[in-house]
T-cell receptor
């Protein structure tokens, strides 16, 4: 049971480049989410999904896109990277079922992707 | 949305002493409060959680208390050990989202 798997672990981009951060979970969790972690700011929600085909914005969505075509995968896309997007990104999932009930169970986190934009 | 404040931002204790981390939240509709421990280079891991219909929960050396009236909850670690050194985050849920505090860096001095 791998849990939540994020790839890559490290990435360096130049300003304006695009890339996709991958996230996969094997726990059949309906709820998946992306956070960024910056020093002194805790974990801030970028986007989340309560099931395949459904996504919504979190606190800091600008500059990021997501899609959820399967229950297992929830990729995060940076279309035109900016230095302000330098951060550590975490994907997390939670058991939810077809009706939103993420508050009933905790988040399971991946080990993160450290992204540097120069 | 919800606003979660966490204090202190850093905490140093001697091995064997207790550590207490406090969080406050703003929305009385929040009903689930997990605590996470993050070790260097890893993702946060759940260490304990509490739901709004419970006032206190214990798991060996770790306990969490919740005061719904005052809208605050606390993490208590007793008999601290060097392996407790990490960053701890509190969180509260509101609607479909988890809202996190800014973290407490705990150092246990041997």
């Amino acid at each position: 049971n791998a849990g939540v798997t994020q790839t890559p672990k490290f990435q360096v981009l130049k300003t304006g480049q695009s890339m996709t951060l991958q996230c996969a979970q094997d726990m059949n969790h309906e709820y998946m989410s992306w956070y960024r972690q910056d020093p002194g700011m805790g974990l801030r929600l970028i986007h989340y999904s309560v099931g395949a085909g459904i996504t919504d914005q979190g606190e800091v969505p600008n500059g990021y896109n997501v899609s959820r075509s399967t229950t297992e995968d929830f990729p995060l896309r940076l279309l035109s990277a900016a230095p302000s997007q330098t951060s550590v990104y975490f994907c997390a999932s939670s058991y939810g079922g077809p009706v939103v009930s993420s508050y009933n169970s905790p988040l399971h986190f991946g080990n993160g992707t450290r992204l540097t934009v120069t | 949305g919800e606003n979660v404040e966490q204090h202190p931002s850093t905490l140093s204790v001697q091995e064997g002493d207790s550590a207490v981390i406090k969080c406050t939240y703003s929305d009385s509709a929040s009903n689930y409060f997990p605590w996470y421990k993050q070790e260097l280079g890893k993702g946060p891991q759940l260490i304990i959680d509490i739901r709004s219909n419970v006032g206190e929960k214990k798991d060996q050396r770790i306990a969490v208390t919740l005061n719904k009236t005052a809208k605050h909850f606390s993490l208590h670690i007793t008999e601290t050990q060097p392996e407790d050194s990490a960053v701890y985050f509190c969180a509260a849920t509101y609607g479909n989202q988890f809202y996190f505090g800014t973290g407490t860096s705990l150092t246990v001095i041997p």
